[in-house]
């Protein structure tokens, strides 16, 4: 089931906690294991905030309970759920046809499987779905999108590589229009390496769609790949600045130790977490639920 697969996924992320929390459980909970606790958090990327979050809570309660690992793990969970309970948002329709989807990221994150993922999981929700191969510097991107919209069997409107992404976002959704689709996922360039052009190209892109739409375009998502440990929340300020991010989701949660990432993103920015990736099936990206989430990550 899913929720075998999320703790499954999570696994890693998890044993690495118990791993830093490891011999701290014997000592008396005294200021500097408290410290260590502290520490063992950070190192477990849950984020400086957190950590002094749950040291506090432990230090409340010390006198009046035995402080276990899994009266430990109770309060990880508890402040996680906290956290996440208000970011956990899964991308929803909003009646605009058709809503535009703008997918940005750096390259390799896991963009092109997460559209198609998410184009998947609107068809199975009854919404026509259209893609836009707008990654125009990597052809091999735009071959990867052409297979997976095959695949899921869903329209996909692609130009040549290096061709005008602005112009295929506009010509998209005009198509998309004209079709009555209800959903337009378009793909973006994610070379941080020239930021000044991919912020040009951002916001040249934004400018065409809001052209067509004041609005449009209605979501703009940013994937991250969680095994990117802290780049993941220098990619967040950077792509928040150049492209208004109005959402995020997380890949490669499966087997990496870093999921803890999640959290400290939820906690430094507040964005909605649309959906997370623990795999690289076509099913494997879901919504999530704030309690499972926690549970998996605190083990
Ligand atoms: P892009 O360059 O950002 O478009 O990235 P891709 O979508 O091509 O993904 C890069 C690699 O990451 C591919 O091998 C994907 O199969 C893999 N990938 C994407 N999402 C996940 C995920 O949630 N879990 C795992 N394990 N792999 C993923």
Do not use: C
């Given at each position: 089931?899913?929720?075998?697969?999320?703790?499954?996924?999570?696994?890693?992320?998890?044993?690495?906690?118990?791993?830093?929390?490891?011999?701290?459980?014997?000592?008396?909970?005294?200021?500097?294991?408290?410290?260590?606790?502290?520490?063992?958090?950070?190192?477990?990327?849950?984020?400086?905030?957190?950590?002094?979050?749950?040291?506090?809570?432990?230090?409340?309660?010390?006198?009046?309970?035995?402080?276990?690992?899994?009266?430990?793990?109770?309060?990880?969970?508890?402040?996680?759920?906290?956290?996440?309970?208000?970011?956990?948002?899964?991308?929803?329709?909003?009646?605009?046809?058709?809503?535009?989807?703008?997918?940005?990221?750096?390259?390799?994150?896991?963009?092109?499987?997460?559209?198609?993922?998410?184009?998947?999981?609107?068809?199975?929700?009854?919404?026509?779905?259209?893609?836009?191969?707008?990654?125009?510097?990597?052809?091999?991107?735009?071959?990867?999108?052409?297979?997976?919209?095959?695949?899921?069997?869903?329209?996909?409107?692609?130009?040549?590589?290096?061709?005008?992404?602005?112009?295929?976002?506009?010509?998209?959704?005009?198509?998309?229009?004209?079709?009555?689709?209800?959903?337009?996922?378009?793909?973006?360039?994610?070379?941080?390496?020239?930021?000044?052009?991919?912020?040009?190209?951002?916001?040249?892109?934004?400018?065409?769609?809001?052209?067509?739409?004041?609005?449009?375009?209605?979501?703009?998502?940013?994937?991250?790949?969680?095994?990117?440990?802290?780049?993941?929340l220098s990619q967040i300020e950077v792509f928040r600045?150049?492209?208004?991010?109005t959402g995020l989701v997380m890949t490669k949660l499966?087997?990496?130790?870093?999921?803890?990432?999640?959290?400290?993103?939820?906690?430094?920015?507040?964005?909605?977490?649309?959906?997370?990736?623990?795999?690289?099936?076509?099913?494997?990206?879901?919504?999530?639920?704030?309690?499972?989430?926690?549970?998996?990550?605190?083990?």
């Amino acid at each position: 089931s899913w929720r075998e697969k999320l703790f499954g996924g999570l696994k890693r992320t998890s044993e690495k906690l118990g791993e830093n929390l490891t011999g701290l459980f014997a000592k008396p909970l005294d200021a500097q294991t408290l410290d260590e606790i502290e520490e063992a958090l950070i190192v477990s990327d849950l984020g400086p905030a957190m950590a002094m979050r749950i040291r506090d809570r432990l230090e409340d309660t010390r006198h009046s309970r035995p402080i276990t690992e899994e009266y430990v793990r109770e309060v990880i969970a508890d402040e996680v759920e906290k956290v996440l309970k208000p970011v956990a948002k899964p991308l929803e329709f909003k009646a605009a046809r058709p809503q535009v989807i703008l997918v940005i990221g750096v390259n390799g994150s896991g963009k092109t499987t997460t559209i198609a993922k998410l184009a998947k999981r609107f068809q199975e929700q009854g919404r026509s779905v259209m893609l836009a191969a707008g990654d125009t510097f990597r052809a091999a991107a735009i071959g990867q999108l052409k297979v997976w919209a095959e695949r899921i069997g869903v329209p996909i409107v692609s130009g040549k590589e290096g061709g005008d992404a602005a112009g295929l976002a506009f010509s998209a959704v005009q198509q998309a229009t004209e079709q009555g689709i209800d959903i337009l996922i378009v793909d973006t360039a994610g070379r941080l390496q020239n930021r000044t052009e991919l912020m040009d190209e951002l916001a040249k892109i934004r400018r065409v769609l809001g052209r067509l739409d004041p609005a449009s375009p209605h979501d703009v998502v940013l994937v991250l790949d969680a095994t990117s440990g802290n780049n993941v929340l220098s990619q967040i300020e950077v792509f928040r600045d150049v492209a208004q991010v109005t959402g995020l989701v997380m890949t490669k949660l499966d087997g990496t130790a870093r999921g803890g990432m999640l959290v400290a993103a939820a906690e430094k920015y507040g964005l909605p977490i649309h959906a997370i990736g623990v795999g690289e099936t076509i099913d494997d990206l879901r919504p999530f639920d704030p309690a499972d989430m926690a549970r998996a990550i605190a083990g």
